[in-house]
């Protein structure tokens, strides 16, 4: 059975940071490609960030220079940095495999991550 548990939200002021963490049960870690998705309300969930295997990563346009994404092997955990976030940050974040494979296709409940003063 693959679990995927969100953790780390909260409401903060506009250029403030949060760090979101992931916990991945199950064998499925350390075989994937990792990443943070968000789903805002009325539009499509999006992956915001990616770390392969080996520990490269990557960033949607929108979040580069102001996230970073890491990963724990050891711990089966991926990691959100979100630093200087802006009110359009404002989203249900959830981690997932790169691509979602058939055995993570139930997602995680999420984190809701709200930005505004």
């Known amino acids: 059975q693959v679990q995927l548990v969100e953790s780390g939200g909260g409401l903060v002021q506009p250029g403030g940071s949060l760090r979101l963490s992931c916990a991945a049960f199950?064998?499925?870690?350390?075989?994937?490609?990792m990443g943070w998705y968000r789903q805002a309300p009325g539009k499509q969930r999006e992956l915001v960030a990616g770390?392969?295997?080996?520990?490269?990563?990557n960033y949607a346009d929108s979040v580069k220079g102001r996230f970073t994404i890491s990963r724990d092997n050891a711990k089966t955990t991926v990691y959100l940095q979100m630093n200087s976030l802006k009110p359009e940050d404002t989203a249900v974040y959830y981690c997932?495999?790169?691509?979602?494979?058939?055995?993570?296709?139930?997602w995680g409940q999420g984190t809701q991550v709200t930005v505004s003063s």
């Open positions: 997932n495999t790169v691509p979602v494979r058939w055995r993570t296709r139930t």
């Open positions: 199950g064998s499925i870690f350390s075989f994937n490609d």
């Open positions: 770390i392969t295997r080996g520990g490269s990563t």
